[in-house]
Nanobody, 124 residues
């Protein structure tokens, strides 16, 4: 069983930055792609970014391209989401998830394990 624990959320102002972290258990962390998703109140959970096991390929939602950066440290079993130039519409609960392969699809149904989420709130 894989456990994912997110941290780093908080309340910030528009234009600020935050870095989210997701620590994973297990010895096969580097074999799988990892992703970040978010869910705003009343909306469906949506794809934000994903990264392959080696970190060599990334995929981003259009809404965050150029502002967010996903990265990982396989020695620490941790994936990060650096969020810059935050906007009020980025307000959501952010979840990290492990893919069932080393691909980086935006489809949440292809992610097997999920964290409990961390709240990000951006005020205008």
């Amino acid at each position: 069983q894989v456990q994912l624990v997110e941290s780093g959320g908080g309340l910030v102002q528009a234009g600020d930055s935050l870095r989210l972290s997701c620590a994973a258990s297990g010895r096969t962390f580097s074999s799988y792609a990892m992703g970040w998703f978010r869910q705003a109140p009343g909306k469906e959970r949506e794809f934000v970014a994903a990264i392959t096991g080696s970190g060599g390929y990334t995929n981003y939602a259009d809404s965050v391209k150029g502002r967010f950066t996903i990265s990982r440290d396989n020695a620490k079993n941790t994936v990060y989401l650096q969020m810059n130039s935050l906007k009020p519409e980025d307000t959501a609960v952010y979840y990290c998830a492990r893919s069932n392969s080393d691909h980086v699809p935006p489809n949440r149904n292809l992610y097997v394990y999920w964290g409990q989420g961390t709240q990000v709130a951006v005020s205008s």
